[in-house]
């Protein structure tokens, strides 16, 4: 089977695995970011403190990052959200500084996200939502492409560490990849922090 049709049935069986776990643990995001908080500036390559972090505005089952964002902005790093911006007939991705409490906007697909105005920023961590990933740092999303287009434009102006967010359990053996796909520099479960074994 082709990956072009391997991904949306696997979408399919892992949004609702996801959604299953999401029920089950709704407070998971603050699991996570208590896990995470011993060791947020233990990682090898990790940014300094005066970098800039960006989230995402959780929608459907995905896990809530605001409380991890919420110790990055304790220990004095910066925020950013993405925002989606019209870009000929569809949008690309973009993003705007952002602090805890900010107003934000409804954008497409009924994503929040910081108001025009904000300062565009490019970030020095990005975390992704995702429905599935593996031990390599592939990334099952939702198939528009947004963050792998998102980051590979970051990654070719300055160093850019892509972290998931996730249940541990959506982990799986392996994930189908495609040339424009970005691989994760780790992972964030509500068990600790998966760095991954390769990002080729």
């Not at 695995?17 to 999401?22: G, N, S």
């Not at 973009?94 to 805890?100: A, D, E, G, M, V």
């Amino acid at each position: 089977m082709l990956i072009a049709e391997q991904k949306p049935l696997l979408r399919n069986e892992m949004k609702r695995r996801r959604a299953a776990l999401a029920q089950a643990s709704p407070l998971a995001g603050d699991v996570l970011a208590e896990m995470a908080s011993d060791t947020l500036d233990a990682h090898a390559g990790w940014p300094d403190a005066d970098a800039v972090v960006a989230g995402y505005w959780p929608i459907q089952s995905e896990m809530n990052p605001f409380p991890l964002m919420q110790a990055y902005e304790s220990r004095g790093y910066g925020l950013a959200l993405p925002c989606l911006v019209p870009d000929g007939d569809a949008y690309s991705m973009i993003f705007r500084h952002f602090r805890l409490g900010d107003v934000l906007v409804a954008g497409p697909f009924d994503i929040h996200q910081p108001v025009d105005s904000a300062d565009e920023i490019l970030p020095d961590v990005v975390l992704l939502p995702l429905l599935a990933f593996d031990a390599q740092g592939w990334r099952l999303g939702y198939g528009g492409g947004y963050y792998d287009r998102a980051l590979a434009q970051l990654r070719a102006k300055k160093t850019v560490k892509g972290y998931g967010i996730a249940f541990s359990d959506q982990q799986l053996a392996e994930i189908p990849f495609e040339v424009h796909d970005q691989p994760l520099d780790g992972i964030f479960t509500e068990k600790g922090i998966i760095q991954v074994c390769s990002t080729v």
